[in-house]
Each structure stands twice: as structure tokens, then as C-alpha cells.
């Protein structure tokens, strides 16, 4: 990288995107400790569930076989199957909560990526405006300087009028051709991010970061449904006892 600076005016900016990035990468981490959890819970359940049926078979014959008489280890065993078919119960408990965390994780890394894509935009689209505004004050004297003369010199007839198109206003010849220069120069151009400092760190598309787009809530409309049928589902969870 050729230049390390980041320009001082950006600073608020800078600040601004760091703050939406960290809140977007914290609502992300949950939601992907939420999902890990999902997973396990339904792994776990499984296995419960394979080692519960087995037991069940096993534990009547062993019963039937004894004379239906329930000895101290038939007493325990079933323990054991009535403990494992109330852990399946609290799995299904805690998946119910986990897809309600899930899909309110979900809204908040759609509001937090909402908030950085705004604060990405605003870097870039001060430093670009900057960037131009400076260019077209310090660098263009010369380039200025050439299209008044082309100008003042297609002001005579006798130079503007050869063509098919004949007389053509000096302002807008010259322009016409400025801008078909400028448009060819404009697409041979190729931005090297490891030379500039600002695009380098803020990256040229925000959508890099994971967990950016769910869609959840899109419309003021749908946020207002969304969260409203949110709130429903809180209020039975903890209704039930199963969320404080």
C-alpha cells in the first residue's frame, strides 16, 4: 500500500461505520450461537429418543420375564425411561424457544445490517465527493484552460461548420468530446484497493459481512407485523414459564 493515511475528516464517519460493524458482528455471533444450539438440541433429542425406544422393548420383556414383579432395578430403570421421556419434552421446550431467539436474532441482524450498509455508504460517499471536488479544483487548470482555447477557436464558422452535423454550438462540441475522452478514460481505470487506504478498509460492497439480508422485515409494514406476532410469542413463552 503505497499510502496509510486516512484522511482526518473521516474520522466521525470511520467511527460511526466501527460502531454499526461491531453491533452487526455481535447480533451475528448470536445468531450463530443460537443456530449451534438448534442443532444440538435436535441431535440430542434424537438420542434420547433411539436410547428411550430400546429401553422401553427391554425393560417390559424384562418385567414379563420376572413375573411382573418390579424389583428395585426394574424400579430404577424405569426412572431412568420416565427422566429420558421428560428430557425429550424439555428438548422440545427448548427448541420452541431457541427458533423464537432464532427469529428475533434474525430481525436484529437485519436492523444492524440495515444501520451499517448506511454508515458504509455515508464513508464512501463522503470521500468520493471529496476526492472529486479536490480533483476538479487542483487538477484540472490545464485540462480547463485547453477547452476554452477549443472553444474560443470553434467559435469561427469557418472551423465548425465541416460534417454532415454543419454548425455545432463551441461549448457543446467541446463538451461532447471531453466527456467521450473522459468516459473511455473513466472505464480503462482500475482501483487497486491496495492503494487506497480508505477504500481498503472500509472494503467496496458491505454485504461481506455475514448474516446481512433475511428480509424478515423489509416495509415499515412488515416490521410492524413481524415484531408484533414477535411479541405474541414472547408473551406465551413466558406465559408458560418457559422464557423470563
Given at each position: 500500500m503505497t499510502n496509510t493515511a486516512i484522511p482526518e475528516y473521516l474520522t466521525p464517519a470511520f467511527q460511526?461505520?466501527?460502531a454499526a460493524r461491531a453491533a452487526h458482528l455481535e447480533s451475528a455471533r448470536q445468531l450463530d450461537d443460537?443456530?449451534?444450539a438448534i442443532a444440538r438440541t435436535a441431535e440430542q433429542k434424537a438420542e434420547i429418543e433411539k436410547e428411550n425406544g430400546s429401553d422401553a422393548s427391554v425393560w417390559r420383556r424384562a418385567f414379563r420375564a420376572g413375573g411382573a414383579v418390579l424389583t428395585d432395578e426394574l424400579k430404577q430403570q424405569?426412572?431412568?425411561?420416565?427422566?429420558?421421556?421428560?428430557?425429550?419434552q424439555e428438548c422440545d421446550r427448548l427448541a420452541e424457544v431457541l427458533a423464537y431467539d432464532s427469529d428475533r436474532l434474525?430481525?436484529?441482524c437485519d436492523i444492524t445490517a440495515r444501520k451499517y450498509r448506511q454508515a458504509h455508504h455515508n464513508v464512501l460517499s463522503?470521500?468520493?465527493?471529496?476526492?472529486?471536488?479536490?480533483?476538479?479544483?487542483?487538477t484540472c487548470g490545464a485540462l480547463v484552460r485547453a477547452m476554452k482555447l477549443k472553444m474560443l477557436t470553434l467559435g469561427n464558422p469557418l472551423a465548425n461548420t465541416v460534417g454532415i452535423q454543419g454548425y455545432v454550438e463551441p461549448d457543446k462540441a467541446v463538451m461532447q468530446e471531453v466527456q467521450a475522452w473522459?468516459?473511455?478514460?473513466?472505464?480503462d481505470c482500475h482501483i487497486r484497493l491496495a492503494d487506497e487506504p480508505v477504500l481498503f478498509k472500509t472494503g467496496l460492497s458491505?454485504?461481506?459481512?455475514?448474516?446481512m439480508d433475511y428480509g424478515v422485515a423489509v416495509t415499515n409494514g412488515q416490521r410492524q407485523a413481524f415484531f408484533n406476532k414477535l411479541r405474541e410469542r414472547e408473551a406465551d413463552l413466558k406465559a408458560r414459564g418457559l422464557l423470563e
Open positions: 460511526q461505520l466501527d443460537t443456530t449451534t424405569h426412572l431412568a425411561r420416565v427422566a429420558s421421556r421428560e428430557l425429550v434474525k430481525a436484529s463522503e470521500y468520493a465527493g471529496k476526492e472529486l471536488d479536490n480533483a476538479l479544483r487542483e473522459l468516459k473511455r478514460a473513466v472505464n458491505a454485504e461481506t459481512l455475514s448474516h
